[in-house]
């Protein structure tokens, strides 16, 4: 019997995920997820000026610097939203194996949001920047690790 796979192609901006059966199988879109927020640049995102703090050691008050930037935590916001679908489907048992497509730094994000038993069925990892491919393209990417 063949596993079913589930295959998760993200970028900042969407994640596609689809599901095969073996390499005569047709690739079945399962959902598609839009994340617009992911195309914003850093000074779209807030386009409110940074706020203002006052230092006992300064003659008045400067822009405060977040630590991390807004761009990065909207993209792993996505990545744990994304990590979320999967992990819900998994305790349903709606596929048996998992690969994961997604532009290196999306891919690392991704990795690191998806809980252990959802990562222990991981069986590929493809870093490619895909995204809005068709079906067909998406088998022509992953040929090369024999997934589909």
């Known amino acids: 019997m063949m596993k079913r796979t589930w295959i998760v192609i ?9 599901q095969s059966n073996g390499p005569a199988s047709e690739i079945q879109t399962i959902q598609d997820v839009d994340h617009p927020e ?3 640049k850093a000074g779209e995102v807030n386009a409110d000026r940074p706020g203002q703090s006052v230092s006992s050691h300064s003659t008045g008050p400067h822009p405060m610097v977040p630590t991390k930037r807004v761009t990065e935590e909207i993209a792993d916001e ?9 992990e819900r489907a998994r305790l349903r048992s709606a596929f048996d194996q998992l690969a994961l497509v997604a532009a290196p730094r999306f891919l690392g994000r991704l990795r690191n949001a998806l809980p252990a038993a959802s990562q222990n069925l991981v069986i590929a990892s493809l870093s490619k920047n895909v995204p809005d491919l068709s079906p067909e393209t998406i088998r022509e990417q992953l040929a090369e690790i024999r997934l589909v």
């Open 78 to 86: 996505f990545a744990r939203e994304i990590a979320g679908i999967v």
């Open 38 to 40: 992911g195309k914003l």
């Open 10 to 18: 993200a970028h900042r901006a969407g994640a596609r995920i689809v």
